[in-house]
Structure formats: C-alpha cells, structure tokens
C-alpha cells in the first residue's frame, strides 16, 4: 500500500471511532456541503473540481466514488443526476438524492428540488428552486456556475447564462471554465470581441492545460479566422498529444476552408486514436468532406462505410444518421425517401441504445422527409410526415431537439403554403439550423420583415460548423449572394480580381 | 471545447446541443393565495384587457405590468392584447386603477407575491417560489405549444 492511501485509511477509521455528525463545509463563496464522510466529501470536492476543468470521465468517477463513501449523501446523488451522461444512472442517482434529500442542508435541498424537477421536464418547479438559491445564496460560486451550466446547455438560454458565468467570475476571477463557458456564450450572441477577450484570460489561467487552446481554437473558426484556429489547434496537441477533440478541430477547419484532401487527412489522424463512439461520429464529419467538394459518388462510399462501421458497433442512431446525411444531397428524390426508409427501419429495430437518442433521430429523418417533400410538391408525404413528427413530439415534449425539428418541418409546410407569418414563427424556433436559416430568410422577406432577412443572411453567410446541415446550404449561399451583390455592385463581387 | 460539446460526444449525439432560439416565454403568475390553476387563452385576454374583473373566488383583479417597451410586454402586447402600443397605452390609461406599472421584474415579482387578487406577466426564466404559475390552454411554459411564446 502506498503511504498516502494508508494515511487516507487511518485518518477515515480515526473519524469513524469518534462517532461521526454530519460534516458540513462551508467556504466563503462555496457551496455547503453535508455528508458524514470525510472521504465523500474529499471525493465529491476532487470531482466537482474535475468537473470544472472539464475532466469529465475523472470528475465523475470522483462522483460516484463520493456516493459509495455515503449512499446518504444526497448533493453527491443529484450531482450524478445532472453531470452523468448515463440516463440509467441519472434516474437511478435521481431517485436516491430524493431519498436521502431530509439529510441535506437548506441550500442542498433546493439545488435537489431544482435538478430532480429538472430530470423529469418539471420546469417550473425546477426553474423556482434554481431561482431560490440563487436569491439564497448569492455569494456561491459554484451554484452559479452550475446555473450557468443549465441555462446554457439544458435550456439554450444563453444571456441568462452570460449572467451566471459573469457572477462566478466576479465571486472569483480565477475560476477558469466561467471564462470559458462566458466565451462560448458571447460567440453565441455574436459579441466575438468579448468572446476572444475570455478565452483569452481562460488560457492565461490554465496555460498548461489543453482545452483552453483548444477553445480559442474553436471560436476562431466560428469567427472564420482559420489560421489562427489552426495555430490553437495545433498548440494544444502540443501541450497534450492525446487531446483528440483538437486533432479534429484541424479536421473541420481545413473542411471549411475548403482544403478538403487534407481535412480528411487531419480527420483520419483523429479517427485513428478516438473511442469506439468517437470514430463513428468523426467519420461522418470526414464522409462530409466528399459533399463540400461536390463528389457525391465519394461521398456515397464514405456514408455508406460510416453506416456499416456503426452499425457493427450497434450504435442505431449513428447509423440512421449516415443515412439520413446521405439523403439531404441526393439529386433524386427517389433515392433520398429509399435512404430515409432505410434510416426509419433501422431506428425501429431492437437496439441497447437509450429511446431518446434513437427519437431524437427518428425526429431528424421525419423532418428531412418533410422537406423533401415539400421540395417535391408532395403535399401528402409533407402532411403525413409532419402528422407522425408532431405525435413524437407531444410524446416527447421536454426534448429540444425533437421540437426543433417538428419547427423546422412545420416551418417548411407553412412556408410552401404561403402561411409567412407562421413560417416565421416555426423556423425563429429551429434558428440555428442552416436549413431553417435559409427558409427562414424568404419567409422574412415574404412576410415583409426585411430587416430581420438582411440581418440573418449576414449571420448565415458567416456559419462556420462543420455539419452536413452547413455543407449543404452555405457555400452555395455564398455563392448565390455573391452573385447578388455582383449585379447590384460589381466592385463587391469577389470573383471580379479573377477576370 | 465547452463543457456542452464535450457532453454531445458522449452521448452519442453528432447534431449541435443548444439547436433552438433563445425564444422569450412568458409566465402568468398569481399570488400564492391564489387557487386558479389556469384560464383559457380568450379568459387571460379577458383578465389583461379588463373585460374580468374578479377571480372565481371574488377578489378583485389587479394587473401588474411592465412598460409597454419591454420585450415581455411587446410579446403580452401581440398575443394577447391584438393593439397597436398607443391603443395599448390608452387602454391602460382607461382602467388606471386595476393596473400597476413597475419598473423591474422583481418589482413585478414583488408586488404580484404582495397583494391579493394580482397577476402579472414575467419571462419564465425569472419566476420564483413565491409566486404560482398558471396555465394557459392547459399548458404551462415551456410545454410543447404554450401560448405566450415569442422571440
């Protein structure tokens, strides 16, 4: 035994003779924290701490470790609940904070309050809790941080969110992620200038750690400054060779800068040394290269392989995806409704795959049919696909992103019906898709709200996320507006230095 | 990364998190006294333009409200009002002592939790545990289809 696990044992067994009470923790500006073991709380501490630095796999092994230290330590149950990617474990961990939920101090007993509703798409509840706390315990800055958290990544709540992350950084201006997370919420609203100025202090803050680098990577390319997203890129494989999220990154910025031979290369390096699941996805986003280069044939191999490859891995909803990827570019719509057929078929078959990601899927493909449809004038198919999309999700109603597909098919409909307004209001709902983006510029412009179109051309045109979604719609955006100013203004086109 | 994509990877979700506008709902809430646990969306209208004077339980209705300029109230206005902000306005000014205009969501909150018999308008995001909710249509926000939904 190594001499520090001993100490740890001794120091636990010392504890237990003197009969333990409850072991509360308070900091200045921290959460309290109730269990009778001093073991759980050294745990919970150590993966609340991972969890920040976005260790997540070590942040939540530390979690569990806290929970079987003090199967009554209820903070430690619902922490579990709202970090595990498991929905198993998260409704099991639900169950046994509400359990324990009598042990737990007042601010405990709201933050459980908050996040059990949450589990189970209680909102209202959930949203008065969190708000309680909040107004509770105002100095607390790791509840604000995970209020952030939520607002950001559970309700797509983004300026609430800035809030929450400014709060933690004015409770402690070297709490790192708040930086981070502030960053990624500015780039979000637009505010690129305050977005660089964060990542900039996050990685002053943490300069050894990869993910910072990798951060600055990622909003520069969101930015469209492709060489400088390369440089971070690269500086973070530097700090951290194993950091593949960074390896890809390469992969998508030379995509969207249109080098699509050496994207592929970049992706294969990442493929390479990524988890089971990580080579599916990231071979999706490698099949895409084929598409941004307009080489469909390729592009078909490609999908096809990444189906095939999850499909051995029984990873359902990967593979319909491949299908369904392979069905937005097809030329004949024959061939798109027979892929979104066999994406349907395969989502419907007897997976280990949680429901909800598998209806997640099924909601992509019926709203991809939809609009095949409607691009066919095929009012029955349209009617009868959106019909099945909007009994998903009313069975599925706390699900983002089934509701935002249902939006964006349902947008497609009222929009070939010539209903603007309600276009309007369906695709302002799926507002980050490229699709809806695109369908929801000519509805602006059909319903009179030129401004609104003006603005969200301008912010479609500069989409830089390596999805298929953007491979299909922006460059040929581009183009078409380009082609646009060139008639209005032949100084603005960009090709005129060529002629 | 954000913690957010780091999240998407591991559960096997290749489509973006966070794919939906930041779309503004808004709460109905009543004081904690209060028992109604929902109105039609005609009923709300009829309680926001003071064609409903009184709560089935007989108390008397008092709007609480923010400045017609406000995101909230520009949504308020559209879905349930139908006016135009100067008819709005002359509305208000019609029926001055059924309403109180408030500078602030939590002086809306405040004042809606404080007296009797009032209902105010609030961003979902911003409700407390002093206050309750009601539904509209038999929804309550954030629910598939809710009415008081606007960006």
């Not at chain 1, 929450?164 to 950084?169: G, P």
């Not at chain 1, 024959?334 to 280990?352: P, Q, T, W």
């Not at chain 2, 404080?114 to 309750?132: E, K, Q």
Request: net charge negative; charged share 20%.
């Amino acid at each position: 035994m190594k001499m520090r696990s001993l100490k740890v044992s001794i120091l636990a067994v010392l504890l237990a003779s003197f009969g333990l009470r409850a072991f509360a923790h308070d900091t200045p500006n921290g959460m309290h924290i109730s269990t009778k073991s001093p073991q759980a709380h050294a745990f919970f501490e150590k993966g609340v701490q991972k969890m920040e630095m976005l260790h997540t796999e070590d942040g939540l092994n530390n979690l569990r470790s806290a929970v079987q230290a003090d199967p009554q330590f209820a903070l430690g149950h619902i922490f579990l609940t709202f970090f595990s990617q498991d929905p198993t474990e998260q409704v099991a961990e639900r169950e046994k904070a509400l359990a324990t939920r009598a042990s737990a101090g007042a601010e405990e007993k709201l933050i459980i309050d908050w996040l059990a509703n949450a589990s189970q798409a209680r909102w209202i509840p959930a949203i008065q809790a969190m708000n309680e706390a909040l107004a509770a315990y105002p100095q607390d800055k790791h509840l604000h941080w995970m209020a952030g958290w939520w607002l950001q990544l559970d309700q797509n709540q983004s300026t609430r969110a800035t809030a929450m992350f400014e709060q933690v950084i004015q409770l402690d201006p070297k709490f790192a992620d708040a930086w981070n997370e502030a960053a990624y919420c500015y780039a979000k609203q637009g505010n690129f200038e305050k977005a660089f100025a964060d990542i900039k202090r996050y990685t002053e803050l943490v300069p050894n750690e990869p993910n910072p680098q990798d951060s600055f990577a990622e909003l520069s390319r969101m930015a469209g400054r492709f060489e400088e997203a390369l440089t971070h890129y690269r500086m973070s494989l530097k700090i951290d060779p194993t950091f593949h999220e960074s390896q890809l990154g390469l992969g998508d910025t030379y995509a969207l800068m249109g080098q699509q031979p050496r994207a592929r290369e970049e992706y294969a390096k990442a493929i390479e040394t990524g988890s089971p699941v990580q080579k599916v996805l990231w071979s999706l986003q490698s099949a895409a290269t084929y598409v941004r280069e307009g080489d469909l044939a390729a592009a078909d191999k490609a999908f096809n392989a990444v189906a095939e490859q999850a499909h051995a891995k029984d990873f359902a909803n990967l593979e319909a995806e491949a299908y369904r990827s392979m069905s937005m570019y097809q030329l004949d719509s024959a061939a798109s409704l027979n892929l979104l057929a066999k994406a349907e078929a395969v989502l419907h078959e007897d997976h280990k795959v949680p429901q909800a990601l598998l209806n997640e899927e099924l909601a992509s493909v019926l709203r991809t049919r939809v609009e095949r449809a409607v691009a066919d004038n095929n009012k029955e198919l349209a009617a009868t696909s959106l019909k099945q999309l909007q009994t998903l999700a009313d069975a599925n109603g706390a699900d983002g992103i089934i509701e935002t597909a249902m939006h964006g098919a349902a947008g497609a409909v009222a929009l070939a019906a010539g209903n603007y307004a309600d276009a309007v209001n369906h695709f302002e709902e799926d507002e980050a898709n490229a699709i809806s983006m695109r369908s929801l510029i000519l509805a602006y412009e059909k319903n009179g709200q030129q401004g609104n179109a003006t603005r969200l051309a301008a912010k479609l045109a500069a989409l830089n996320e390596p999805l298929i979604e953007q491979a299909i719609v922006v460059p040929e955006f581009r183009k078409h507006r380009a082609a646009l100013a060139a008639k209005t203004n032949p100084a603005l086109d960009p090709r005129g230095k060529y002629r | 990364m954000s913690i957010g994509s780091r999240i998407c990877v591991l559960l096997l979700l290749a489509a973006s998190l966070g794919a939906s506008a930041e779309a503004k709902q808004l709460a109905v809430i009543v004081d904690k006294t209060n028992n109604t646990g929902g109105l039609s969306a005609n009923d709300l209208a009829k309680v926001f333009k003071f064609d409903s004077h009184k709560w089935p339980d007989g108390r008397p209705v008092i709007l609480v409200l923010r400045d017609p300029s406000t995101p909230e109230m520009q949504t308020a206005i559209q879905k349930l009002y139908h006016m135009q902000a100067e008819e709005f306005k002359a509305l208000l000014a019609a029926h001055a002592s059924g309403v109180i205009v408030v500078r602030s969501e939590d002086e809306l909150l405040k004042s809606v939790e404080s007296i009797p018999g009032a209902v105010g308008l609030v961003d979902v995001y911003s409700i407390n545990g002093r206050v309750n909710v009601l539904k509209v249509d038999g929804k309550l926000p954030l629910e598939q289809g809710y009415f008081l939904k606007g960006n």
